[in-house]
């Protein structure tokens, strides 16, 4: 499996994407090529290879009417998010290229009218529908089909702050968009002064990243580096891509592990709080019995919760319980891919969790709820259901 893995330690921005799957061996011609089946004309594309703090990346040049434009900040062809959809749908690119850049501006769209308080319909890009932003989600698309990429990993987000100069007039940065978009994903907050993450940046990654973390097990492939427009004294502002290998036929992953002991809280309460942290987005929680100082018998907590949910998950621990503080680590975690299915028996529908290997199924696990449910409602054994649910899967 082909792993890319989006190392931000400087951000992402669209032209620094583009810069960066073509440095990391994405045919320029070939893009051209491909962006030639948009009707959009009246620019030029092409990249040069520059430094930043001695690191040599690939910086993605955009001319549009015979002039120099600078990305994300221009407003040429503004447009309504259904002119840019019906413009990527009627082109000649494959299906996968257009659902991925439409997912990508529908995510915008939905970002820029919650900001400014309209209908998405009513959103008007005036930095984002320029034709240099389109060529920058359509290239990006482009280039992960390309590249031939199956999963896409992507660092935590650094933040800038500062103001920034905007169709809208003056705007903080990060810009209200970017922060939009940015929900739900882990970021981090830096001293520079200027946008590191953009809205079209912001957009792509959000879109196309399945996890915020730390680099996957993989072995490295190749190495590319998409280079910003702005030069930081404090770092290089430049995109790192690095596609590789999954090294394992296992899917990995890290997880944050989080626990705490409670010696004087009353059992009842255990109920109400596993609910909770269920419902926050707990991927499992657990109680174990210990023994605690002074000879106490107690309950070790233990709760597994992706990045993107750990504050929540801590913050519901530390109201819910007696408990004055929480233990917190990652752990790797190597499983098999999973795939949820409904499958007709003659007792009735049975969602079905397949655990994979590649396409090999390895697992067949109905769900619980379902077959108690269809074992009351039909009065049979529980194990008749479950046997209703294999017997689908077995060769005939």
């Known amino acids: ?53 001695g690191i040599t990346g690939t910086k993605a040049n955009i001319r549009l009417d015979n002039h120099d434009h600078q990305h994300d900040h221009g407003n040429h062809h503004g447009r309504h998010l259904s002119d840019i959809i019906k413009l990527i749908s009627e082109s000649q690119l494959s299906e996968d290229i257009k659902t991925r850049a439409k997912q990508i501006f529908l995510k915008l769209g939905e970002a820029e009218a919650k900001v400014h308080d309209v209908d998405i319909e009513e ?3 005036h930095e984002v529908g320029a034709v240099d932003s389109i060529l920058d989600i359509v290239g990006a698309s482009i280039g992960i089909s390309a590249l031939e990429i199956d999963k896409i990993y992507s660092s935590p987000l650094p933040l800038g702050q500062g103001f920034v100069q905007s169709s809208h007039g003056i705007i903080p940065v990060p810009a209200p968009a970017t922060v939009e978009l940015l929900k739900g994903i882990p970021t981090k907050r830096t001293d520079i002064h200027g946008e590191l993450v953009t809205p079209t940046g912001a957009a792509i990654i959000s879109t196309i990243a399945e996890g915020f973390g730390s680099m996957p097990g993989m072995v490295i492939d190749n190495v590319g580096y998409g280079a910003g427009t702005k030069d930081f004294a404090e770092q290089p502002n430049l995109l790192r891509v690095i596609i590789g290998t999954a090294k394992s036929i296992y899917e990995d992953d890290t997880i944050n592990v989080v626990e705490t002991n409670i ?22 929680v657990f109680l174990t019995p210990i023994l605690m100082k002074k000879n106490r018998p107690a309950i070790k907590l233990t709760v597994l919760v992706e990045s993107i949910k ?20 990652e752990a790797n975690r190597k499983k098999l891919s999973r795939e949820m299915i409904v499958v007709e028996t003659e007792y009735g529908k049975v969602n079905v969790k397949l655990g994979k290997i590649g396409d090999d199924i390895i697992k067949i696990l109905p769900e619980y709820d379902d077959c108690k449910r269809l074992s009351e409602k039909n009065n049979v054994p529980i194990m008749k259901i479950h046997q209703a649910v294999l017997k689908v899967f077995s060769p005939q």
């Not at 010696?263 to 499992?284: E, N, R, T, V």
């Not at 504050?311 to 233990?327: D, K, N, P």
């Open 1 to 53: 499996m082909k792993i890319a893995y989006f190392d931000c330690f400087s951000g992402i921005s669209g032209d620094m994407t583009l810069g960066a799957l073509v440095d990391v061996g994405l045919n320029p011609e070939f893009l051209k090529d491909e962006l030639a089946k948009l009707s959009l004309d009246g620019y030029k594309i092409s990249f040069d290879k520059i430094q930043k703090h």
């Open 263 to 284: 010696d004087d809280m009353s059992p009842q309460i255990y109920d109400l709080l596993m609910d909770k942290l269920f419902a926050i987005g707990a991927l499992d």
């Open 123 to 125: 959103v008007h890009f």
């Open 310 to 329: 750990l504050q929540e998950v801590c913050a519901c621990i530390l109201s819910e319980t007696t408990t004055m503080g929480v233990r917190i680590y």
